[in-house]
């Protein structure tokens, strides 16, 4: 059973970077041909995925947040971690870990898939 859980602050200030990480348990991150992704959900909006690191630890990003978005891993504590720069009180959000199954499938449909493990979110709001 994997498990995935978020961690990272609450409350970031606008202009600011927003840091998460997501602790793996269950599993590795480096399994063939696993995809790591983060997704948010905005107050009264559906879910936005952000981007993903594969298990060979390429990323890709979602064209709207490209510019602003970094994940990168620690394999040591099978963790991976998303980075969010210049900040503005829209990117107030339940921000999830997810872990799909194939990570061509997640490219292909540019994360519009289903996954099969979910951390339980974490929300973070942009505040100053």
């Known amino acids: 059973q994997v498990q995935l859980q978020e961690s990272g602050p609450g409350l970031v200030k606008p202009s600011q970077t927003l840091s998460l990480t997501c602790t793996v348990s269950?599993?590795?991150?480096?399994?063939?041909?696993?995809?790591w992704n983060w997704i948010r959900q905005p107050p009264g909006k559906g879910l936005e995925w952000m981007g993903v690191?594969?298990?060979?630890?390429?990323?890709y990003y979602s064209p709207s947040l490209k510019s602003r978005n970094s994940i990168s891993r620690d394999t040591r504590k099978n963790q991976f971690s998303l980075q969010l720069s210049s900040v503005t009180p829209e990117d107030t959000a339940v921000y999830y870990c997810?872990?799909?199954?194939?990570?061509?499938?997640?490219?292909?449909?540019?994360?519009?898939?289903?996954?099969?493990?979910w951390g339980q979110g974490t929300q973070v709001t942009v505040s100053s």
């Open positions: 690191i594969a298990f060979d630890a390429s990323t």
């Open positions: 269950g599993g590795s991150i480096t399994t063939r041909v696993y995809a």
């Open positions: 997810a872990k799909h199954l194939n990570t061509y499938i997640v490219l292909v449909t540019t994360g519009d898939s289903e996954y099969d493990y």
